[in-house]
């Protein structure tokens, strides 16, 4: 299936999906200058509600970050990862329920977990391990969990490169939701109100999925990152453009929700491969609390990154990718919304603090 639509300028929203094992795209492509496309009055908030339905994503452009931004922001990652391990020990997190700072080794958390505990009773083994590293940092005006970084004569310059990209992409992040919030018919602020900037709990990561033998993938116990969800409200991604992998779930196919394999079997036929192209591409997907505010509404996109499709080669290359994780503020109500609740029925998600919720389910990866 095809979809094709303009919206006045040069705007065209853009959506194509295939059947079996082919690759899917799905994307919005709009305003190539670099500016918000959402403040646009043409632009019909509706279709960031409508093309998520088949996966819990979209992929944006013109979305104001420039490519100046992302690129320098790519480079950093890279460097970051290439510091002696002592020095990324030295800003180690150390694991528990306690929003994530600093460094995570190769290992140290476990996405598999945060599915099998998660929204879904899944059937997965409980000695999968992830083959990734990452990176955290959160508001910079956070006072209760202080960033932790590197020596500045060890990388100049990142801190800032790092506190400007989030508070774009945290503006990024409100234009997003309130054009949700005029899709869905709610009042204005009706998710803003619990996404404030004064009690932003948001987070900002830098990925690295170091290069790894084939063989050890293949053994069904070691993958990049397991399928999972997220655990905020939506989440941005950018990637570098150099190593493919991500895949979401084509929520149209089989209602099976066994997700313990590889990189093949039926699971293949389930996920649809996400496009790693112009680093300036934006992937946006639903995250865990916008399907609690929801009541289910808005599904979360369960996602993985898998080794490049076609690779040939005994190692897959490395993979660099940047994630945003918009978060509700720490005192926010995650149980669902009044507005999504139909009278006489009960809520399918019960009140809790988005803090404890994001403890319990923390917990669960490390």
């Not at 690759?23 to 646009?40: F, G, N, Q």
């Not at 997190?93 to 460094?103: A, L």
Request: hydrophobic fraction near 35%.
């Amino acid at each position: 299936m095809h979809f094709s639509r303009r919206f006045g300028y040069n705007s065209v929203f853009t959506h194509s999906r295939t059947s079996g094992d082919r690759e899917t795209s799905l994307a919005i492509m709009l305003d190539p200058e670099p500016k918000s496309y959402l403040a646009r009055p043409d632009i019909s908030a509706a279709q960031l509600v409508t093309w998520t339905d088949p996966h819990g994503f979209v992929k944006l452009t013109g979305h104001g970050i420039s490519r100046e931004t992302v690129l320098k922001l790519v480079a950093l990652n890279k460097s970051f990862f290439q510091l002696p391990i002592e020095e990324k020990q030295r800003i180690a997190y150390p694991g528990g329920s306690k929003p994530q700072r600093g460094f995570s080794c190769l290992g140290s958390e476990n996405s598999s977990n945060l599915y099998r505990k998660g929204l879904l009773n899944a059937v997965t083994s409980q000695h999968l391990r992830d083959a990734r590293e990452h990176f955290d940092i959160g508001s910079p005006a956070d006072p209760s969990y202080p960033n932790v970084w590197p020596s500045p004569t060890s990388l100049p310059g990142f801190q800032a490169t790092m506190e400007t990209t989030f508070d774009e992409l945290q503006r990024v992040t409100t234009e997003i939701m309130s054009a949700l919030e005029t899709a869905l018919a709610l009042p204005p602020a009706t998710f803003l109100s619990k996404m404030t900037p004064a009690g932003n709990a948001s987070e900002l990561r830098l990925l690295h999925y170091p290069a790894i033998p084939l063989r050890e993938i293949q053994s069904g116990t070691v993958n990049r990152i397991w399928p999972h969800f997220d655990l905020g409200v939506i989440t941005l991604l950018f990637q570098d453009g150099n190593c493919g992998g991500l895949e979401f779930e084509d929520r149209s196919s089989s209602s099976s929700r066994r997700c313990d394999g590889g990189s093949g079997g039926d699971n293949n036929k389930r996920f649809h491969r996400v496009e790693c192209g112009d680093p300036l591409e934006m992937v946006v997907n639903v995250s865990e609390t916008l399907q609690r505010w929801t009541n289910g509404r808005l599904p979360a996109g369960l996602h993985r990154v898998n080794p490049p499709p076609g690779l040939q080669a005994e190692v897959v290359p490395e993979r660099f990718s940047v994630a945003y994780f918009a978060k509700a503020d720490r005192d926010a109500d995650v149980g669902a919304l009044k507005e999504f609740v139909p009278d006489g029925e009960e809520a399918a998600y019960q009140s809790i603090s988005a803090i404890d919720y994001h403890r319990q389910r923390l917990q669960s990866a490390y």
